[in-house]
């Protein structure tokens, strides 16, 4: 059996290029296998890791070559291959992985598509993708992920598209695993679960007595090495006998110098460049430091420096660290991105000879058991061959088809619907154990495992139910205990804070276990002194040890597991420690502050339907609150409804080809209105009435009855109906806007391509005075006159710059994020005042035209913030061309990540896409993005 390994530069030094070669090794010494090792990009004279020098290697294009040209001898010349260099690939979009170009297409597909293997094996989702198109169809493709996929961002995305044409795809941990299994769903391929081997061979063992920390890491942002700098420096003094060595090259090496220089530690910590022995530095440390943040999958180099017996202290993100450190046995876990925390774990084990020791004698013995080169490439042998062996049956390929028209169908040919991500750490084998003594009890099959962890199934759950049903858990459960709490108000937050006096820490643990025993609910541990961070069933919190808190939450799960209720749903329930002044937060802070003269209640607040106690203070209206009603206002077509088709037809009559202004693009009606209001039910409950301009028109799926919600007819909008109407153009529905009967002051405007993706608040759009904030953009808009060829958005707003100009003597420059837009009735209504001609003239317009102001996307928040009247501000947004092909794997992004604030869904007029395509797309991506149903539906 022949294996082929296909890396993108193996003379690189990387943690997937050692784990490839430390494979390839074992596996070369199995009787029947050989092995060999393709590299896209030659790139040093010789391999960096000495492992690469000893197993066979050829690459594809030589990068050390001036320009880069094909390894293989070729006819081509340095003109030819420096135009082919300097090509974007086509195989490989940039956005995957930029270091691709044409010429190494060309390379690509010359070797994969002659390829004499039997396994061929990707180490990056931007390899598979070409690979699955190029391999011929007798070689077995399997895809080894090296990273956590659900943290890599645009780079993970071939991996979603092209998974379902693989034969199989293994994963380090079976954290990503799941995500992967929930993502793929029907259309995934064979997934396994094979972590990373400790390399063969003799490896010098460190004495246990050195006073040094070894820490290798590339010198990059994601790495955090100033994080272990940083810890380091606040406990340099008080161990002045140690020192900090730091192994690696990247950007980032001159801002560490820069860092060591001004904690005055150049004597002590050493910055010393790429080692290819690092097994002989690690024979000689004493401790070992991981800080790297989220997209470690399985790092190697722990594994390195425990067999080498050296205990490791290391960021518990959520892949990755907790597989490999076993918490006060060998090394410790630190809650990731806690500085503070890393130094108080780095000062125990520094000053802690006996207990350092211990760890370490754990440390080699444990790692050798746990991940013995025997044990892993026995499971790779096993897969490998099993998979060459099924090659030839008819429903291999039958298979992969049937995948791929899944894929396919689940969303078009750019987009997939995926689970999304959480930061939740994943659960011992101990918890496991219990959590399916959990799920046995679960006689009405509510409860599921949804990646990795219990969680109950439904579909009616919006998120603001959840942040006060946590709430109603964790309170009920410290009432029952007669443990006191007072539920206080955090800034900015939609979940909900409870602060217990320190000294009842253990009591309210104990009270939290008692009554969520056997429940599916989870505590995740806030800065815990004794147990490794991470997040345990609530039942296990008795005896938890200390800690600053815990985020108490269930769990909660759509049918389509592509809605994840969790942590971030979370009731917080905080220990606050007492001092002279009263009490202080051990975290965070409050809307009154983070110190509080007493924790005990003296009034209650309601939440939901229910009254829980809380300080004075918080049942005030604050300085920073919102206490004015917000409306949401829409305008909506339906361009299938055939009246209003006809008279469309009838007004554009010999109007000359359709245009953006004009055409399908402008009025095309894909449901999108149903999901923008179920937005607002999930993410925007404090909207008071939303109201539904239309043409007359109303969606079939509308509930006629309910209270929050009121059709406005355009013939009860306008000033002058039998003048302006029938329109078809937005810009003069939206100039009568302030006309809406009941509608207040402060509302908010939604096209209905506008949709909310998190929790927000009244604070998100209005200061507390009023004042609206709006969103400038980084486009702008061109200093050149109105031309008859723009488009009608573009010359509305040069129309506005040139009434403002006039007005105000001020000349705009840039427009705005299209997200909801926070408006004044009256400031629009002085406007059409101070304006009449020209809004006006906007409101007779029947299309959008070069003549049009547009008053509520640009000019009311100009004119507003030229009158002291709004504030820009930032949001967190992003916008997605369905018409760009390209665009539609950004949708499994916002999917996946939830976490932008506001989005936009818009579709370019000159789309090559095709029509049932762009609708697929937005369908799917919706109903995956928002599953529950708003109560505007019927």
Not at 516 to 542: F, I, K, M, S, W
Request: negative net charge; aromatic residues 8%; hydrophobic residues 40%.
């Amino acid at each position: 059996m022949k294996i082929t390994y296909l890396l993108g530069w193996g003379d690189e030094m990387g943690g997937t290029e050692l784990a490839t070669y430390t494979q390839a090794q074992h596996l070369a010494e199995r009787p029947g296998i050989e092995v060999e090792i393709l590299s896209v990009f030659r790139t040093r004279a010789e391999p960096f890791f000495p492992e690469a020098r000893e197993l066979p290697l050829r690459y594809l294009v030589d990068r050390t070559a001036t320009p880069e040209r094909p390894v293989r001898a070729t006819e081509l010349d340095d003109a030819a291959c420096r135009t082919l260099a300097a090509l974007p690939s086509e195989l490989i979009r940039p956005a995957w992985e930029d270091a691709f170009d044409r010429l190494s297409d060309i390379e690509l597909t010359a070797a994969l598509g002659a390829l004499d293997t039997d396994v061929l094996v990707t180490t990056t989702p931007a390899l598979l993708a070409a690979a699955v198109a190029l391999a011929p169809a007798r070689v077995v493709t399997v895809h080894q992920e090296h990273r956590p996929t659900q943290r890599r961002g645009p780079s993970g995305e071939p991996l979603l598209l092209h998974a379902p044409r693989l034969d199989a795809l293994v994963t380090l941990t079976g954290r990503t695993r799941d995500w992967l299994a929930e993502s793929l769903g029907a259309t995934a391929p064979e997934l396994a679960v094979i972590p990373n081997a400790v390399p063969d061979g003799f490896r010098p063992r460190a004495d246990g007595e050195s006073k040094v920390i070894v820490m290798a890491a590339r010198l990059t942002g994601e790495k955090r090495v100033d994080h272990a700098v940083r810890a380091f420096a606040q406990i340099a003094d008080a161990h002045p006998e140690w020192s900090l060595r730091i192994f690696g090259g990247g950007h980032r090496e001159r801002q560490l110098r820069r860092l060591v220089d001004g904690f005055g530690l150049h004597d002590r910590v050493e910055l010393l460049g790429p080692c290819q022995d690092m097994a002989a530095e690690w024979a000689k440390a004493g401790l070992s430091l991981m800080t790297a943040g989220h997209n470690e999958a399985f790092p190697l180099v722990l594994l390195e420096a425990l067999a080498a017996g050296v205990p490791v202290i290391a960021y518990d993100v959520v892949t990755g660290p907790a597989e490999i450190v076993r918490h006060r046995v060998d090394g410790l876990l630190v809650p990731p991105g806690e500085i503070g925390e890393l130094a108080v774990a780095m000062d125990e084990l520094m000053g802690d000879d006996e207990t350092r020791r211990g760890y370490a004698r754990a440390a080699r013995e444990g790692v050798y058991a746990r991940f013995s080169s025997a044990g892993v490439t026995a499971r790779w042998e096993e897969l490998y061959t099993r998979l060459v062996a099924g090659r030839d049956r008819p429903e291999r390929l039958g298979g992969r088809a049937d995948r791929v028209a899944l894929g396919v169908a689940s969303g078009g040919c750019g987009f997939r619907p995926t689970a999304p991500h959480t930061y939740d750490a994943a659960a011992g084998a101990d918890e496991r154990t219990r959590e399916d003594e959990i799920l046995a009890a679960d006689t009405e099959g509510r409860i599921i495992r949804s990646v990795g962890r219990l969680a109950e199934r439904r579909d009616d759950v919006r998120t603001p139910r959840m942040a006060d049903w946590n709430l109603e858990l964790a309170a009920s459960a410290l009432a029952a205990r007669d443990v006191p709490h007072v539920l206080v108000r955090t800034p900015g937050s939609t979940s909900h804070t409870l602060a217990v006096d320190a000294d009842d820490r253990d009591r309210a643990l104990k009270a939290l276990a008692d009554a969520l025993h056997g429940q599916p609910v989870y505590a995740e541990l806030v800065n815990p002194r004794d147990a490794a961070p991470g997040t345990v069933l609530a039942e296990r919190l008795d005896g938890i040890g200390e800690l600053a808190g815990v985020k108490l939450f269930k769990p909660v799960t759509t049918t389509t597991l592509s809605l994840r209720h969790g942590a971030g749903q979370a009731c917080t329930v905080a220990f606050w420690n007492r001092d002279e002044a009263g009490f202080r937060a051990p975290f965070g802070t409050t809307l009154a502050g983070a110190e509080l003269p007493s924790l005990t209640p003296t009034a209650t607040l309601r939440v939901a339907d229910r009254a829980y106690p809380t300080l004075q203070v918080f049942t005030e209206l604050l300085v920073k609150d919102v206490d004015f009603p917000v409306d949401a206002v829409y305008t909506w077509v339906d361009d299938r409804d055939p009246e209003w088709r006809a008279r469309r037809d009838a007004a554009l009559g010999g109007a000359g080809p359709a245009s953006a202004d004009n055409g399908a693009v402008r009025f095309r009606n894909r449901d999108e209105l149903r999901f923008s209001l179920r937005s607002i039910a999930m993410y925007a409950p404090w909207i008071r009435h939303v109201y539904l301009v239309t043409a007359g028109q109303r969606p079939d799926w509308l509930a006629d009855e309910h209270p929050g919600l009121t059709v406005v007819d355009h013939r009860d909008l306008f000033a002058d109906p039998e003048g302006c109407l029938p329109t078809f153009n937005s810009h003069a529905i939206e100039s009568q806007l302030h006309r809406i009967e009941g509608l207040s002051e402060h509302f908010l405007y939604f096209n209905d391509d506008m949709f909310l993706g998190r929790p927000t608040t009244p604070e998100t759009f209005f200061l507390s005075n009023g004042t609206p904030r709006f969103f400038w953009s980084s486009a702008s808009v061109p200093a050149l006159p109105v031309s008859p060829a723009d488009e009608g958005y573009l010359g509305a707003a040069k129309n506005n710059r040139e009434l403002l100009r006039e007005a105000f003597g001020r000349t705009t420059t840039h427009s705005f994020f299209h997200v909801p837009y926070a408006l004044r009735r009256s400031v629009l209504r002085e406007i059409t005042e101070r304006f009449p001609a020209e809004t006006g003239d906007t409101a007779r317009s029947r299309f959008r035209s070069v003549t049009d102001l547009s008053l509520v996307s640009s000019l009311h928040h100009h004119y507003a913030y030229l009158t002291g009247r709004a504030v820009p501000g930032g949001i967190s947004y992003d916008f997605v061309d369905i018409g760009d092909r390209h665009d539609h794997a950004r949708l499994g992004r916002l999917l996946q990540s939830r976490d932008k604030t506001a989005f936009c869904i818009g579709e370019s007029p000159d789309s090559a896409v095709t029509d049932e395509e762009m609708a697929l797309a937005i369908r799917s991506f919706l109903t995956a993005y928002f599953p529950v149903r708003s109560p505007y539906e019927v």
